[in-house]
């Protein structure tokens, strides 16, 4: 045991980078993603209460994945018949129900990896999008339903009946709902994985609450699913191509935080921070991608990063090719949000009014209306315009939608700096 450091630091961490690994194990045994998250949390709530007392267990991770696991297989014993008890004793304390663990252990091994394995199964066609997006992101992003409701503009009591839907469906399906599929059918699924793991990874990559800015390991658990994927599926474009936007935009992480945690926005990144090797591996993963066309959303965006990854300032971007770029992705995926990119693209290279005429139509966009972001990108524009004090209540506007502290204090600083001129 280790008690140098604050039990419930080290839980609050651990929950983060293991809770899916956790999950996933548990639902191998009681085949029902309702159950298994409620049995890994059982397991938190015990570590809240030991591990104070008793101190931190030398691997804290095994420990929540073992008491989650045995607290599966007593609940098993609970509920089966005594033959069935006896069969499951026999078996049981390697954690292996006989018959329940075939067809995820089969999946698991055909697609390489447990996580994933659990993340295919809970795509489930019978779950609605909506639904299964939410509690996905629960399960292997570890966000919680405020965090979700806020990535997404809509309110927590809609994504947590979203999550409860999608568990309920799952559970009406059978035990066979967590069987992973294979042929035709996982490739069907494939689009649906993607989207998660891109979630995921953007969770990680500008964190939409808390105090953190970014959180690296929701990052490096969705990069680590990707590579897993892009080696099972070597002629899927799109999953190449997913894999060299994350490659690519996790190279400037250790940028995009300053010395004391607070953000630094790509104009005033060290480039020479940027990860050389991560851009090598992002660039060789677009051009793999690139072999097929037409390109799809996740190549379309990577192919914007490379952008940014092969300019030597912000300056020296190409950014007429970003704005095109956009323009492509919003016709492929319309959505507000690709429309707010492009306006940044366009303001910098044809100036700040043509930007803010793209911005001007995304003003009466609802699923904009609490996104931070429309504000701030107008800040910029209007004070490039020498329009201060219309950029000063933008800024007003922004901070009223923030979210994370470190992008509040972000912007309380663009605005004094502003009000001061």
Known sequence: MTTATDPYTVLETVWRMESARIVAGVARVVRDVGRAEELAHDALVAAMEQWPAEGVPDNPGAWLAATARRRAIDMIRREQTLARKTETLEAGESGVVPGADAAVGDGAAAVGDEVLALLFATCHPAVARESRVALTLRLFGGLTTDEIAHAFLVPSPTIGQRISRAKKRLAGVGPEALAVPV?????????????????????????????????PTLCVEAMRLGRVLAARSPGEAEVHGLVALMELQASRLRARVGPSGEPVLLG????????????GRGLAALARAEETMPRGRYTLQAAIAACHARARSTDDTDWAAIAGLYAELAA??????????????????????????????????????????????????????????????????????????????????????????
């Open 332 to 421: 492929l995926a319309p959505s507000p949000v690709v429309e707010l990119n492009r306006a940044v693209a366009v303001a910098r290279a044809e100036g700040p009014e043509a930007g803010l005429a793209v911005l001007a139509p995304l003003a009466d966009e609802p699923a904009l209306a609490g996104y931070h972001l429309l504000p701030a990108v107008r800040a910029d524009m209007l004070t490039t315009l020498g329009r201060v004090d219309e950029a000063v209540a933008e800024l007003d506007r922004a901070l009223e939608l923030v979210r994370t502290v470190a992008e509040r204090e972000l912007l309380e600083r663009r605005r004094s700096a502003l009000a001061g001129t």
């Open 183 to 215: 042929g035709d059918e996982l490739t069907a699924r494939l689009g649906a994985v993607l989207e998660v793991i891109y979630l995921v990874f953007n969770e990680g990559y500008a964190a939409t609450t808390g105090v953190d800015w970014t959180r």
């Open 268 to 279: 005033d990144q060290d480039r020479a921070q940027w990860d050389r090797m991560l851009i």
